[in-house]
């Protein structure tokens, strides 16, 4: 995105929405008009941190990390109004109203509906219904810690959304398809470790190079054209700098893509993708 304004506004149910102006670049949408779902997630990820840094939603990262445990993505409206056009003056005002939504131990879940609001279209189109799970994590052991006091004053407003668990095994009758990424410095966040939207960019590419070689029964030819209604990604281990980790990829039912990222036999994501 070239540019990104935020404004927070407080509404009445606990919720808080920030406004975000953004202009995205061609490079965020594939050559079919389609966004890329790790631009979609980074996006989201910033307005998100920007909440925790200024606005007070979430306390702020003082003696502790975030990490992104699950998300769950759901792609409900039509994304191509915000690719740019050539000489356009009017620039995509996107809202993002954000609730907290489960809250446990370590964790809680914030609900994030992703709508436009562009001169001449109807307010409130929602593009995207997300569910972003985190964990407050030591930064010295790098395990999980309790909540503070100040998350969980918010429980009784919860409605107990959440991401369901998954199996990451992989599909004994599956035809699978394994690619392999070395991972290098752009691809690092301020955790010192791969970004958690950088995995879907590695989904992404090893889906297209599957398709392109017959590995899905029900998916073939150029994945670019493919639309995607939903995906949801487990974290479950720390990738860093100079890592070699294979992406394994296989239909499990039609039209349903899994992916196992792994490094030394070792799952450190799995993603489940719904065309």
């Not at 790790?38 to 840094?53: C, D, F, P, S, T």
């Not at 809202?95 to 279209?121: C, F, P, Q």
């Not at 949801?232 to 239909?251: A, F, P, R, S």
Request: proline fraction near 4%; charged fraction near 25%; aromatic fraction near 10%.
């Amino acid at each position: 995105m070239e540019r990104r304004i935020g404004k927070l506004v407080l509404s009445n149910n606990n919720s808080k929405i920030i406004t975000s102006i953004c202009g995205f670049r061609f490079s965020d949408f594939n050559i079919r008009g389609r966004i890329r779902l790790w631009k979609l997630a980074e996006y989201l990820e910033w307005i998100r941190m920007g909440l925790v840094r200024e606005a007070g939603f979430l306390p702020p990262v003082r003696n502790y990390m975030l990490f992104v445990r699950a998300a769950k993505y759901s792609i409900v409206g039509d994304m191509k109004p915000l690719i740019p056009e050539l000489g356009a003056k009017v620039i995509p005002r996107l809202e993002v109203d954000h609730r907290v939504s489960a809250i446990g131990k370590s964790s809680y879940t914030v609900r994030e509906m992703l709508t436009m609001n562009n001169e001449g279209k109807e307010a409130g189109d929602v593009l995207v219904d997300s569910l972003i799970k985190a964990v407050r994590m030591n930064p010295q052991t790098r395990q999980p810690m309790s909540l503070g006091e100040d998350m969980l004053q918010l429980r009784p407003f919860c409605d107990g959304a959440d991401v369901e668990r998954a199996e990451t095994a992989l599909d004994d009758a599956a035809k699978k398809f394994v690619h392999q990424f070395v991972v290098v410095k752009s691809q690092i966040d301020f955790n010192k470790h791969v970004n958690q939207s950088i995995y879907l960019s590695f989904c992404e590419d090893t889906a297209s190079l599957a398709a392109s070689n017959g590995i899905y029964p029900s998916v073939t030819g150029d994945f670019d054209e493919e639309n995607i209604k939903s995906f949801t990604v487990y974290y479950e281990n720390e990738c860093k700098l100079g890592d070699t980790i294979h992406v394994e990829t296989w239909e499990a039912a039609p039209r349903q893509l899994k992916f196992r990222v792994l490094k030394d036999g070792k799952v450190l994501c799995f993603v489940i993708m719904t065309l």
